[in-house]
Nanobody, 116 residues
């Protein structure tokens, strides 16, 4: 059974930083591209970025490319999203995602609120 569990969300002041984690189980993690999405209140879910199994970032949204970094640990089966210089518009629920076995798997999400 494939399972994704995000953690690390919370309240952050504008200009602050936060690192999100996604713990993955139930598949050969290193073989799969991992993605991060986010959904802001009242908006559609959008792709933040993706990282290939070998650790190369394959895609990142223009709105975050100078502030967010994707990484992964193929020993501990975790994906990370380092978010710097956070802005109020980054407020959203953040989800990790993997496309495996002909379907998309999602975590439960972790909420990040950027506010003073």
């Amino acid at each position: 059974q494939v399972r994704l569990v995000e953690s690390g969300g919370g309240l952050v002041q504008p200009g602050g930083a936060r690192r999100l984690s996604c713990a993955v189980s139930g598949l050969n993690f290193r073989l799969y591209e991992m993605s991060w999405y986010r959904q802001a209140p009242g908006k559609e879910r959008e792709l933040v970025g993706s990282i290939a199994g070998g650790g190369v970032t394959t895609n990142i949204a223009d709105s975050v490319k100078d502030r967010f970094t994707l990484s992964r640990d193929n020993v501990w089966n975790r994906a990370y999203l380092q978010m710097n210089s956070l802005e109020p518009d980054d407020t959203a629920v953040y989800y990790c995602n993997v496309n495996a076995r002909s379907r998309m798997f999602w975590g439960q999400g972790t909420k990040v609120t950027v506010s003073s």
